[in-house]
Each structure stands twice: as structure tokens, then as C-alpha cells.
């Protein structure tokens, strides 16, 4: 990852999680923005959403303020949250 704030982010990530060597960061760019596809240990994934949602949308807030100045769109996805 070059930019520091996608280090934040995974460094952000591991320490809520039990186990963080499963903590994986994809990020794709474009030109409108950055999207950050977030994969955790199974057993984690309700650490990262927390209680109605509130911790994964608070992690989204940041990236969002993170990359204001850049003026870039920027998605948080965890796809393992959206298995049933």
C-alpha cells in the first residue's frame, strides 16, 4: 500500500479484531475515488460492524475525512457482512 492512509486504515482495523494476521486490505483507485474491500477472520466480522452498525460506519467517517482534501469518493466494503 503506497499511501499512509491505507496503512491507517489497516492499522485501524487490527486492533479491533482478535486476529489480526487475517486483517486484508484491497484497495482499488480510480479516478473518482478509492474503494477499500476489507477481509477479516470470520469470527471477527462482528467486531469490525459492531452493535447496529456503528463501528464500521465510524471507519468509513475517517477514510471519508481522511480523503476530503483530495476531494476523492471512498467506499469501505466488507462483503463478509453482506453473506448470509
Known amino acids: 500500500m503506497a499511501d499512509p492512509r491505507d496503512d491507517l ?4 482495523l487490527s486492533k479491533l479484531v482478535q486476529d489480526p494476521e487475517h486483517v486484508n486490505v484491497e484497495v482499488v483507485t480510480h479516478s ?6 476489507v477481509t477479516v477472520a470470520e469470527s471477527d466480522v ?4 459492531g452493535k447496529s452498525g456503528q463501528t464500521i460506519r465510524a471507519i468509513k467517517t475517517l477514510m471519508i475525512a481522511f480523503w476530503a482534501r483530495d476531494r476523492k469518493h471512498v467506499q469501505v466494503n466488507l462483503p463478509q457482512a453482506d453473506r448470509d
Open 46 to 49: 462482528g467486531r469490525i460492524l
Open 9 to 12: 486504515l489497516v492499522d485501524i
Open 32 to 37: 473518482r475515488g478509492v474503494v477499500y474491500e
